[in-house]
């Protein structure tokens, strides 16, 4: 069991800013998750034969009444993970935003029928065409850490292609895939269409035993049991798992942008995105003047609570924020140096860590090789470029990573070397808020795309849809077998497989002979 109490039938959310109460919802039973499935069923079957405009145009109006409704939405979020309101209004409000956009006008060509044409001749005589249609019910099952955009935001595109979704969103910030849902309710979605259903991992694993696919967020070990589960029904999944996301600075880097985009990226809904900066490796001669910037910055960082002018707020999960502290604990009792913070933030009751710059460390401490996932940065220096690039790759996860280079083609030679899904040069976390463009990890960090063309067909079945073209009575495949048959086989397969002018003219000869 996670920080909030399941007792009997209920969830006790509060807010991790001041570890107050703020609701008490009834969890959902696997009688209440197989409900919610058959009615979203019965949804979808009405859903899938609509257009795409008229999907679109609700979606447009989804937008508008978050546009609208903004205020209540920071107010939800910041509630129940303890952010800035600038973040709710920088990042998850503008995310949806801008997704919306991308769904409501790219959705349709994305799942255009696509014609096909066979690269063996004899195959022309066909028409060949693959279709994308809607799976059916989508089960959605997101972590705490970006509450709105890991469920109606990635609920968008599974609307699109058409299916219904029932979200279970973490046990620790329910209320704003709640919110998300109401705000579709009266956008003039469909009743059933979009659910949530409440609850801890029990009411997750319900939504596996009934949904049509699952599309998962959260850890490498949640992620394993998912696909476990979904294993036993024969679902499809996609797992956005974890990150322990490195960046690299090479000595010719523009330093203030390099330190700037560092504690953005690391720092960013205090360090808790899956494509934090988790570790940086900078090159000798600029290591001192990088680390300099980065701690003026850090030290600059205002943290408190949401109603006042902040960068930083506090953690969502205590279980979360006891993991950091032990990673900053073991990093320094292994001779790692504390620049700046390392510590529970002591001015306020909450589950507020202070951002903090870690030096001296290595590769073997937790802290290089674990997820954090808080407010940390650990620098290490290194001697070249080579030895940037094989620390960052001596990783299990492999989700994004950032190089700060003046020397594009430096940049771009090190990014095709870096094992993960997405690279910024120059740039850091930037990729996730690009919707167009294609989001997935490599080795633990899991499989299967948000965002992009791969973001909404993941959500579909897709069928290829082969059509003769000349109606002839008899094919030549077709029964009855026979020897001459077989000699033209093999004589048609050396004329338009075999290579040089004289093997294919032997095989003319041998055609017109049989
Ligand atoms: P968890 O893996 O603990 O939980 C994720 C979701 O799965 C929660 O809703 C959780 O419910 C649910 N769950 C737990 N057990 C089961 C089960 N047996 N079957 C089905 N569902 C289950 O992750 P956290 O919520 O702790 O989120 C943090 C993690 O998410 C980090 O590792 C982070 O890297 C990752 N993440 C990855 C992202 C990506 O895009 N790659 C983006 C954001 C986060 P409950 O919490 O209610 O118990």
Redesign the pocket.
């Known amino acids: 069991m ?1 920080d909030n109490a399941v007792i009997a039938q209920t969830i006790k959310v509060r807010n991790p800013a001041t570890l107050e109460q703020i609701a008490e919802l009834t969890v959902a039973s696997h009688a209440d998750v197989a409900h919610a499935v058959a009615q979203a069923r019965k949804a979808q079957a009405v859903w899938q034969s609509t257009s795409f405009a008229e999907r679109a145009k609700l979606l447009y109006g989804l937008r508008d009444l978050l546009l609208d409704e903004q205020d209540k939405l920071a107010d939800v979020l910041t509630a129940e993970t303890g952010r800035p309101r600038a973040e709710a209004y920088g990042n998850e409000l503008f995310y949806l935003c801008d997704a919306i956009g991308l769904w409501a006008k790219r959705s349709a060509g994305y799942l255009r029928p696509e014609k096909i044409r066979p690269h063996f001749p004899l195959m022309w005589l066909k028409k060949v065409v693959t279709t994308y249609s809607a799976r059916g019910v989508i089960g959605i ?6 509450p709105l955009t ?1 469920t109606l935001g990635e609920a968008l595109p599974a609307l699109m292609a058409g299916n219904a979704v029932v979200i ?5 910030t329910p209320l704003s895939a709640l919110f998300g849902a109401e705000m579709a309710g009266k956008a003039g979605f469909p009743n059933h269409l979009l659910q949530v259903v409440i ?3 029990e009411t ?2 319900a939504l ?1 035993d009934h949904a049509d696919m699952i599309a ?8 394993k ?2 696909m476990r ?1 979904a294993a036993e029904r024969l679902i499809p999944v996609s797992l ?4 322990k996301d490195p960046m690299i600075v090479l000595k010719d880097a523009d330093l203030e942008r390099a330190a700037g985009a560092c504690v953005w990226g690391a720092l960013m809904n205090c360090g808790q ?2 494509t934090s900066i988790e570790r940086v490796y900078v090159e000798a001669p600029v290591y001192q003047p990088f680390v300099d910037r980065v701690v003026a910055r850090v030290r600059a960082i205002r943290q408190g609570p949401s109603e006042r002018e902040v960068d930083l707020g506090s953690m969502t ?1 205590e279980t979360q924020l006891r993991k950091i502290d032990a990673q900053v604990d073991e990093a320094v009792a292994h001779g790692a140096t504390v620049l700046t913070g390392g510590r529970r933030n002591p001015n306020f009751n909450g589950l507020y860590y202070e951002p903090t710059v870690l030096v001296n460390v290595n590769q073997n401490m937790s802290i290089m090789r674990e ?1 954090t ?1 808080g407010p940390i940065i650990p620098i290490m220096k290194v001697k070249n470029a080579e030895e940037a690039l094989s620390l960052a790759n001596d990783s299990p996860y492999g ?1 994004s990573g950032s190089i700060f280079s003046r020397d594009k083609r430096t940049g771009w030679q090190l990014a095709e070397g870096m094992q993960c899904g997405s690279v910024c040069i120059n740039d850091s976390l930037i990729n996730f808020i690009i919707p167009d463009a294609p989001m997935g ?1 490599m080795k633990d ?2 499989f299967g795309y ?1 965002h992009g063309a791969e973001g909404i067909r993941k959500y579909c079945r897709q069928k290829t849809i082969v059509v003769d073209r000349l109606g002839l009575k008899e094919e030549f495949p077709w029964y009855p077998a026979s020897e001459k048959k077989s000699r033209q086989i093999r004589h048609l397969l050396r004329l338009l497989c075999r290579s040089g002018w004289k093997n294919k003219i032997r095989a003319i000869g041998g055609l017109a002979r049989s």
């Not at 099952?141 to 970006?146: E, H």
């Not at 279970?168 to 620790?172: A, H, M, Q, V, W």
């Not at 956005?240 to 990150?243: A, D």
């Open positions: 996670k099952i997101s972590p705490w850490n970006l890991l279970k969103p973490s046990e620790l609850g801890s991992g997750g694993e596996i998962f967020t959260g850890s490498v070990e949640t992620g049991r998912v589960r956005e798992l974890g990150g995105a899956c999960s997820e996932f989700l990890g960090s899991g948000r």
